[in-house]
């Protein structure tokens, strides 16, 4: 689902089935090719689109988009971490959603 929190109110939700590419996955390096390197980058999600929906979206509040917090703050702390560091938080954090399911974002040994 996406939200427009600026402009116009509207709401798009697109439905289907999706697989999820992370980094130790064999396929990751030609997937990846096609985005910019970005720090911290943990998926890639290749979607099959079977129906798109808008609705009037008014119910969602105007935010107001100051800045990316990007790479003045996203790099030094992923540098920082080295790729070993990553691992380990990841090992820790995202092996599982916050309703207890598996991510699939840092495959076990």
């Known amino acids: 689902m996406f939200c427009a929190f600026e402009g116009e109110a509207l709401i798009l939700r697109v439905y289907g089935t999706a697989r999820a590419t992370h980094p130790q996955d064999a396929d990751?390096?030609?997937?990846a090719?096609?985005?910019p390197?970005?720090?911290g980058a943990r998926q890639l999600i290749d979607m099959k689109i079977d129906l798109v929906q808008t609705s009037c979206g008014t119910g969602v509040p105007f935010m107001e988009f100051?800045?990316?917090r990007g790479p003045d703050?996203?790099?030094?702390y992923f540098e920082k971490m080295r790729p070993e560091g990553v691992t380990a938080c990841r090992r820790r954090k995202d092996t599982h959603s916050i309703d207890g399911c598996e991510t699939g974002i840092f495959h076990a040994d």
């Open 28 to 31: 990751w390096a030609e997937k």
């Open 33 to 35: 090719a096609a985005f």
């Open 37 to 39: 390197d970005l720090a």
């Open 66 to 68: 100051k800045a990316q």
């Open 73 to 76: 703050e996203l790099v030094p």
